[in-house]
């Protein structure tokens, strides 16, 4: 019953900051365990990070642990991946997606951003 639409991608030069944002539609949100997932070309489906549904925890890949930060707004519907101190290495095509906190799949996923960081 959840619809994730992401926005704010774009392109970037290393070292500067972008902020994605992820619009849910549904009743759920508020429920929902929330995560943001990235694919660059060639590469496996990665997950970026995680916040669970009162925001009280989050979890990040090692390799943007320091530089990115999930968070979320339950009464805006919204989840955020705030990006700093970007590398050409985190070009990708971002995507949010949700699932019930003892589910094992997402079942919610937006349609994706890209993101790319030039040097």
């Known amino acids: 019953q959840v619809q994730l639409v992401e926005s704010g991608g774009g392109l970037v030069q290393a070292g500067g900051s972008l902020r994605l944002s992820c619009a849910a539609s549904?009743?759920?949100?508020?429920?929902?365990?929330m995560a943001w997932f990235r694919q660059a070309p060639g590469k496996d489906r990665e997950l970026v990070a995680t916040i669970t549904s009162g925001g009280d925890n989050t979890n990040y890949a090692d390799s943007v642990k320091g530089r990115f930060s999930i968070s979320r707004d339950n009464a805006k519907n919204t989840a955020y991946l705030q990006m700093n101190s970007l590398k050409p290495e985190d070009t990708a095509v971002y995507y949010c997606a949700g699932k019930l906190l003892y589910r094992t799949r997402y079942r919610y996923w937006g349609q994706g951003t890209q993101v790319t960081v030039s040097s």
């Open positions: 549904g009743r759920t949100f508020s429920s929902d365990t």
